[in-house]
């Protein structure tokens, strides 16, 4: 087997664990992500935006992204290597949280992109469903 057929099977299977696993892993991430404030952080992590711009963004202080930031690398939940933006580990966002913070609909389409899931309640529900037949 290639390597780049070995990475499409990887990614198939991670995606049929993040769809199986969805409501552990928004409970796992609620952990960390315990208010709306972090949720949009959350939300707005995603390998490109800086921390000002995360902060701005989500509307809150730079400190307070930090400390999210500090929390959720203490979960091994994003990795934060110095001198680039943070990124997700877990590149999951549950998509209630996403209608928290105001994205434009090309953002919107790169997070479903990323996912490659329904970014609506209704179409993760339906995909848990098919996921278990």
Known sequence: MSTEAMLRELKKI????????ASS????????ASTNDRKKMWVLIDGKRRQREIAADAGVTQAA????????????LIEYPRGEPPRRIIDY??????ELVKLSPAEEAEIA?????DTT?????????TGEQ
């Not at 892993?25 to 960390?32: A, N, P, S, T, Y």
């Not at 309640?121 to 469903?129: A, I, L, R, S």
């Open 14 to 21: 991670s995606k049929i664990l993040t769809l199986a696993s």
């Open 25 to 32: 892993l928004e409970k796992e991430l609620e952990k960390i």
């Open 65 to 76: 992204v930090s400390y999210f930031l500090s929390a959720a690398v203490a979960a091994e």
């Open 93 to 98: 966002v549950p998509p209630a949280w996403i």
């Open 113 to 117: 992109k990323q996912l490659k899931l």
């Open 121 to 129: 309640v209704e179409g993760q529900k339906e995909q848990q469903k």
